[in-house]
């Protein structure tokens, strides 16, 4: 049967409004919180030139001031090969930027007593209680011999597992052939069949890279504070972050394993190789053994979900009546924990990202108190307490080509801020 025109195009109408919704448009006026729009459309060319000259599929950007979101956009392809869109409800593995989600769940436990900061962490993971520390051969060792072993000076605290200096990278260093063949040198979790507890005891067994507390190396530290989560909290991973974190914040698609129902939905990985543009490695995400839990490296989720838990960071832990943690306890995770130990970034490090002390230091656009880190796969955040801003940029490139957009975002960003 036909419709009468005024339905079909009340159907067409409402097609399009869904379509456009999916694709993103900007619930605030920008102006309206202190975004000149124009300067803003700049993040938007910038974005699209990267996209038109095939340096990246597709992206999605979510920027949002005083809880009000300016842009929540897609741009580019989805999937190149068959044409899809980028759009908003695209679901993206954020590796990294799982640390935040991981040291969240740890203060909370800590918020309810679970231990200290500074407790060694062989007192709920014994595996650690006798930590050796790989050191380089000595002058005059045996042909051959790449390193030795040193008692480390003090036990692995959890407050080192949360600034990265507890020693542990990810399998580089002077052991790193033992590292190799316990296969634990690289970031990557979710191809393996064991649990995340098995191979953090496996972890364990390994010599230190670095003395605990001295030196700050990027590694497996906030895969160990996941199972840290598990050891204390009785739960799997998965079920903590499910029930404690996900659900509370109303972070429907964030998981560690896809569904096969929402597989459609997660943006395929390009890469930059001698300049072209192509489909790289998928992933274990959907079809593999969906069995390891990496703390570290191992979520998926929207730029919406994530953009839930960076505002309830922003909120000093609170989003929309339901509180996660304490004012006092966002606060410390954004204090510098390193010192001059870090020298990334801002030069700066909290519990689970870099931390802005110095914008000079820095040399690029900013503000005193901002934090961020970002991913594998391309994609950053960050969050802004004094301009009260959450910015996050989500696609997957991997290799990127040497692009700079996960960088310049943020600067474009910043730019387009007059009030």
């Known amino acids: 049967m036909k419709l009468p025109r005024s339905l079909r195009v009340a159907s067409i109408v409402g097609i399009a409004l869904v379509a456009s919704l999916a694709r993103g448009a900007e619930i605030a006026d920008p102006a309206s919180v202190g975004f000149d729009g124009g300067r803003l459309g700049r993040l938007d060319a910038v974005i699209q030139a990267q996209v038109d000259q095939k340096k990246i ?15 929540h956009r897609g741009y580019g392809m989805s999937d190149l090969e068959s044409g899809k869109a980028m759009t908003t409800d695209a679901i993206f593995r954020i590796a990294s930027m799982s640390k935040a989600v991981t040291s969240t769940a740890v203060m909370m436990l800590y918020e309810e007593g679970k231990f200290l900061l500074h407790d060694p962490v062989a007192k709920y993971i014994p595996e650690f209680k006798n930590s050796m520390v790989a050191v380089a051969a000595p002058e005059g060792s045996p042909p051959g011999t790449k390193f030795t072993t040193v008692k480390a000076k003090r036990p692995i605290q959890i407050r080192d597992l949360l600034t990265h200096t507890a020693g542990l990278t990810y399998g580089t260093g002077p052991a790193a052939e033992l590292y190799k063949a316990a296969k634990l040198d690289t970031w990557y979790f979710a191809n393996k069949d064991a649990t995340i507890g098995e191979e953090i005891r496996k972890l364990a067994a390994l010599p230190l890279n670095g003395q605990p507390g001295e030196v700050y190396q990027y590694g497996y530290s906030t895969d160990v504070l996941g199972y840290l989560v598990e050891v204390v909290s009785g739960m799997p991973l998965d079920q903590f972050f499910a029930k404690r974190i996900f659900a509370p914040l109303k972070m429907g698609d964030a998981c560690f394993y896809l569904a096969p129902e929402k597989a459609a939905r997660l943006a395929p ?44 960071l922003l909120n000093d832990g ?20 390193t010192g001059t130990k870090y020298s990334g970034d801002t030069g700066a490090f909290g519990l689970g990202f870099w931390v802005m002390q110095d914008v000079g230091f820095y040399g690029e656009l900013g503000s005193v108190g901002a934090y961020g880190w970002g991913s594998a796969y391309f994609p950053q955040y960050l969050v802004d307490p004094k301009e009260k801003i959450v910015a996050l940029m989500m696609t997957q490139l991997r290799p990127t080509g040497g692009s700079d957009l996960n960088q310049k975002f943020k600067v474009m960003m910043y730019q387009a801020l007059v009030k």
């Open 269 to 312: 990985v390009y890469g930059v190789e001698k300049g072209v543009l192509g489909r790289g490695d998928q992933g274990d995400y959907v079809t593999g053994p969906r069995k390891c839990f990496s703390g570290g490296a191992g979520l998926l989720a929207t730029a919406g979900d994530y953009g839930r838990l960076l505002q309830m």
């Open 318 to 337: 609170e989003l929309e009546g339901v509180r996660l943690l304490s004012p006092k306890t966002v606060q410390l995770m954004r204090a510098n924990h």
């Open 57 to 71: 599929a597709g992206v999605v950007l979510y920027v949002a001031r005083d809880g009000q979101e300016v842009r």
